[in-house]
């Protein structure tokens, strides 16, 4: 398995409000419960807030990976975590007035075996790169969104829609969320990749499909984050990339040669994340 991932605050923004969460197969988490995680949050709300609620996301997200073992995950287990995550998220801006609106979108994805477990609220996105078939799996949870799938806008004019920034559903806002949670199989050389809305907001479909297929996995996160800066950066920007060569997904032994080469082999590749 072949990852990058990358974050940028962009080319306007002060600060990034962008998080993602990479536990990779050969990290002692992963081999531990014999599955991976993966996730993108993109904050929002009031002064610092919105990095405070992504940072409590993957925070979260990681402690509750801690305790779930790979081979008994389940939808009911995923809904369990985007419940805890959002009263966290919730629980924060209550307690802390300053931060009062915060919240998050969170696009999730655990891997094992030949499978994986999909969770996901607002519009940051999850695709599927499978041959030459590039493929959004995620709903976005926006009104224009909304609007493009009741057939009243063209995705065209969902791109430049005013109101193409507000949400439906996002983490944190209320007290109780519902996010959308599916399982997906995975097959040999498919690239999966997860990005906040300040890639897909700069780039098309069209050039985010040129940049996968164009650049080997492990250097096409900061390609695809570079490519919407050059186009604007109007906002954070973050992606992570997957891409899985052999299946069923393999794991490493704790004290094995294999992990020690992945453990180089990473941060060479860190993307500067």
């Given at each position: 398995?072949?990852?990058?991932?990358?974050?940028?605050?962009?080319?306007?923004?002060?600060?990034?409000?962008?998080?993602?969460?990479?536990?990779?197969?050969?990290?002692?988490?992963?081999?531990?419960?014999?599955?991976?995680?993966?996730?993108?949050?993109?904050?929002?709300?009031?002064?610092?807030?919105?990095e405070v609620a992504s940072a409590i996301a993957m925070k979260t997200a990681t402690d509750w990976f801690s305790t779930?073992?790979?081979?008994?995950?389940?939808?009911?287990?995923?809904?369990?975590?985007?419940?805890?995550?959002?009263?966290?998220?919730?629980?924060?801006?209550?307690?802390?007035?300053?931060?009062?609106?915060?919240?998050?979108?969170?696009?999730?994805?655990?891997?094992?075996?030949?499978?994986?477990?999909?969770?996901?609220?607002?519009?940051?996105?999850?695709?599927?790169?499978?041959?030459?078939?590039?493929?959004?799996?995620?709903?976005?949870?926006?009104?224009?969104?909304?609007?493009?799938?009741?057939?009243?806008?063209?995705?065209?004019?969902?791109?430049?829609?005013?109101?193409?920034?507000?949400?439906?559903?996002?983490?944190?806002?209320?007290?109780?969320?519902?996010?959308?949670?599916?399982?997906?199989?995975?097959?040999?050389?498919?690239?999966?990749?997860?990005?906040?809305?300040?890639?897909?907001?700069?780039?098309?479909?069209?050039?985010?499909?040129?940049?996968?297929?164009?650049?080997?996995?492990?250097?096409?996160?900061?390609?695809?984050?570079?490519?919407?800066?050059?186009?604007?950066g109007k906002d954070n920007s973050t992606a992570v990339v997957l891409a899985f060569d052999q299946l069923p997904l393999?794991?490493?032994?704790?004290?094995?040669?294999?992990?020690?080469?992945?453990?180089?082999?990473?941060?060479?590749?860190?993307?500067?994340?």
């Amino acid at each position: 398995m072949r990852i990058s991932s990358y974050t940028h605050l962009g080319m306007v923004r002060r600060n990034n409000e962008d998080a993602c969460l990479v536990i990779p197969p050969w990290s002692r988490p992963a081999i531990e419960r014999q599955a991976c995680l993966f996730a993108v949050a993109d904050g929002m709300g009031g002064q610092n807030a919105g990095e405070v609620a992504s940072a409590i996301a993957m925070k979260t997200a990681t402690d509750w990976f801690s305790t779930n073992a790979g081979n008994s995950l389940n939808v009911q287990m995923l809904e369990e975590m985007f419940a805890q995550t959002n009263s966290a998220v919730w629980g924060y801006s209550q307690e802390h007035p300053e931060t009062s609106g915060m919240g998050n979108t969170l696009t999730m994805m655990i891997a094992w075996g030949n499978n994986a477990l999909v969770g996901h609220i607002g519009d940051s996105r999850l695709y599927r790169l499978r041959g030459d078939s590039l493929t959004q799996l995620t709903n976005d949870h926006s009104l224009v969104a909304e609007q493009v799938r009741l057939g009243k806008l063209t995705p065209e004019q969902a791109r430049v829609h005013p109101t193409r920034h507000i949400l439906s559903r996002v983490m944190g806002s209320r007290q109780f969320v519902t996010p959308d949670i599916f399982e997906t199989d995975i097959q040999v050389n498919d690239v999966f990749m997860m990005c906040s809305d300040g890639i897909t907001g700069m780039i098309e479909d069209t050039r985010i499909k040129e940049i996968l297929t164009g650049n080997q996995p492990e250097n096409a996160a900061v390609k695809l984050v570079e490519a919407a800066n050059k186009a604007g950066g109007k906002d954070n920007s973050t992606a992570v990339v997957l891409a899985f060569d052999q299946l069923p997904l393999a794991f490493p032994a704790c004290y094995s040669f294999e992990r020690l080469l992945k453990h180089l082999f990473s941060r060479v590749y860190a993307g500067g994340v």
